[in-house]
């Protein structure tokens, strides 16, 4: 198992709270900050997922741990949205049948709860890793690996936008498909990433981002690239319009997050046990978090008439809601933890003694 690291954990929670603060209208309060949130906070993500990437396992066994960390609790997740809205909601059975088998798909344009994207691609990103490791890292020399790995960046760059959408004919029916299953056609991008957190945790230590003057620098370049230059990213709808820009503006804001997070490792317990909570809880946040927040912003909104003030307030509930979910519905719940892909502690799995009830 691998060691935590504090700053990793702060770097996931500043992360989630940028994911859910992105999926709101936030652009109304600052179109600037919405920008800035969209040029690096999908591959801060990628970035933290892969800096703990074990490639030394089978890779039967690798494809296991990430189908139950990933695959499992996206299925599941699917699974539990369509059963409240059929039971609940006066959903059709078959309307319900037909959104999970278009959620099968697993790209974000096919499923309700659009941010669940995220699973299936992290899913298929890993397994890229995997197999990029399995051949480049027989070489075992780290600039090689690192030149084939910008040359991937270039080369999704020749075809980022060509299956988004794209059109497929099957027993001469023809139909028009945005992106491949589990958005493979986005492998390269986010896959740079991914295999970039890989290599920065063995080419850096913690002394690394302790650095006061490059937290202040890439604070600084970053904001200045996103001013200066009008390059949008937005990995779910194959946005990337300029590969240098944005990926400069990535890299930088990645960087910026984790000499953040180092720092308030280091000068502030408190703020550090908050956000390493919401770090370690991120999953949950990820999941749940749109549905709150869209449902007690449109509700304020409509008692304040203050979009403003509605659309941080939806930001807030839809935070707090995912916590009280994770709190008080799955956290002690060994069932649920195993459904959401999370170890069971083994006191967990241990059965209660019977009571000679039933």
Known sequence: MSKRIEYIDIARGIGILLVVLAHNDFGYVSEFGRKLIY????????????????????????????????????????????????????????TALQRIIKSLYGAGYYIDWVQLWFLPHLFAVSLYAFVFFAIVGRWNIRYVRWIVLVLTLGISSLFLKDFYPFNLSIFGKGYELFGLPFSIDLVLLSGFFFILGSEVRQASTEKTFENIPLLIASGIAMVALVYFFDALSDFNTRTFESYFINTLEA??????????????????????????????????????????????????????DNLTFSIWAGFVMGVAGSVLIHELFIKANPVALWWFGRDVKPQERKAPASSGTM
């Open 39 to 94: 040029s690096f906070h999908m591959p801060l993500f990628f970035f933290l997922s892969g800096y703990f990437l074990n490639v030394s396992l089978p890779f039967i066994e690798f494809l296991k741990k990430r189908f139950n960390s990933l695959l499992k609790p996206y299925l599941f997740t699917i699974f539990l949205i369509y059963f409240v809205s059929v039971s609940f909601n006066g959903m059709s059975f078959q």
């Open 251 to 304: 890299v930088i804001g990645i960087l910026f997050v984790l000499c953040l997070s180092r720092q308030i490792e280091l000068r502030t317990k408190r703020l550090a046990s908050l956000f390493k909570y919401f770090g370690q809880i991120s999953l949950f946040i990820l999941l749940f978090h749109v549905p709150i927040q869209g449902f007690w912003g449109q509700r304020i909104n409509g008692v304040t």
